[in-house]
C-alpha cells in the first residue's frame, strides 16, 4: 500500500479576487465551513482554492471575469500548505493584457499550473453539477477527464493535443489539404486519442472498484455503476493498444468524406460518454429523483477521494459547495463523519451554521460577512 501525505492549506490570500479586495486566512482545521446569505462569497473562497491546482477552476471562468469589479486590473491567490511537516509557499494570478494565469512555487516561476499538481489534488462538487446525468454528453467527458486529471497528472495535457489535433484535422478536410498532411494528422489524432481513452476507461474501472469496495461501509449515499458508451467504445474496447490505434485510423480514413461533410469527426474518444446506474435499482441516473442524483454524484466523489489517495499517494483537499443543504441531520452526520476518515482537507459552504452542527471537532465554521470572515466559536 502507498503511504499517503496529507497537505493542508494553513493560509490563504485572495487579493483582488472577485468580491474581496484583500482576505486573509488562517486555518488549523482539517474540515472548514463557510456560512453566510448567498452572495457573500461564500464559493468564491472555494473557487479561489480550486486555482490551487491545474486547470480553469470549479467555475471554468475567463481570468479576467476573476478579477474584482473596480479593482486593479489583476487577481491572485497564495497559499501556504503544510505537508507532512514542510511548508511551502504556492502562488497563481493573472494580470490585465496577459493570456494565462502565472504560477510560483516557493517563489520560483512555473511554467504551466500542472506543477501544481505535485504538491496538491483537489475535487469538488458544486450545484452546477446537480444535472451532470440529464445534461450533455460533454459535461460528463469533463467530469470524467478531471477525477482522470487528479490520478494522472499528464492527462490533461493529452485531452489538450488530443482537441487541437481534432480541430486541425477538420479544418484541413475543408481547406482540402494534402492528403499525405492529412495521414500525418491523423496519426497524432489516433495516438493521442487513444491515450486519452485508455486513461479513461482506467479511471472508470479504478472507480468501480472503489465504489464496489466502499459499499460495505453502510453509508447513506446509493452506490453508482459506471460505464463508457459510445461507437468508439464499442468498437475498441475490448482490443490492445496497437490495434485500437489501427482500427480508429482506418475509421478515420474511412469517413473523411462523411467528416468533410458534417464539419466534424464523427468518430473517436471525444464522442464518448459517462453512464452512470443507481445500482441497488438498476436505473439510469438520468432516471432517478434530484435527490438520488445528487447522493449519487457526492457518492462518487467520496469514491474518488478515496482512490485519489490509494493511487497518488496523496490525500486530495475537498471543495464542497452547499453540500449539506439537501442532506437530512442523519445523512449530514454520516457525511462529516466519513469526510473526516478520508484524511484530507475538506473545505464546505452553506448558508447557516446550523447545518454544520454535526462536524466533529477540531473543526472550522467561518462567517463570511461585508466581504470578509470571521471564526464563529
Known sequence: ??????????????????????????????LVAFVGENGAGKTNILEAVSYLTAGRGLRRATLSDVARIGGAGGWSVAARLEQDGTEIKLGTGWTAGETGRRVRIDAVEQRSSESLLEYLRILWLVPAMDGLFTGP??????????????????????????????????????????????????????????????ARRETVSLLAKT???????????????LSLVGEFESETQDLSAADQEDRFRERLQEGRARDRAAGRTLYGPHLTDLLVHHAEKDMPAARSSTGEQKALLLGLVLAHADLTAGVTGMSPVLLLDEVAAHLDPNRRRAL?????????????????????????????IFAIEAHDARRLA
Open 336 to 364: 462529516f463523519s466519513r469526510l473526516q476518515a478520508l484524511g484530507g482537507q475538506v473545505f464546505m459552504t452553506g448558508t447557516d451554521a446550523s447545518l454544520f452542527e454535526g462536524l466533529p471537532p477540531q473543526s472550522g
Open 211 to 225: 465504489v464496489r469496495a466502499q459499499a460495505v461501509l453502510g453509508l447513506p449515499f446509493p452506490a453508482g455503476r
Open 137 to 198: 454528453g460533454s459535461d460528463r467527458r469533463r467530469f470524467l477527464d478531471r477525477l482522470t486529471l487528479s490520478l494522472n497528472p499528464a492527462h490533461g495535457r493529452q485531452v489538450s493535443a488530443f482537441e487541437k489535433a481534432l480541430r486541425q484535422r477538420n479544418k484541413l478536410l475543408e481547406d482540402r489539404g494534402p492528403a499525405e498532411y492529412l495521414g500525418a494528422l491523423e496519426q497524432q489524432v489516433v495516438e493521442l486519442g487513444t491515450a486519452v481513452a485508455l
Open 1 to 30: 500500500m502507498i503511504a499517503t501525505q496529507t497537505a493542508r492549506v494553513s493560509r490563504l490570500i485572495l487579493t483582488d479576487f472577485r468580491n474581496y479586495r484583500r482576505l486573509d486566512l488562517q486555518f488549523s482545521d482539517r
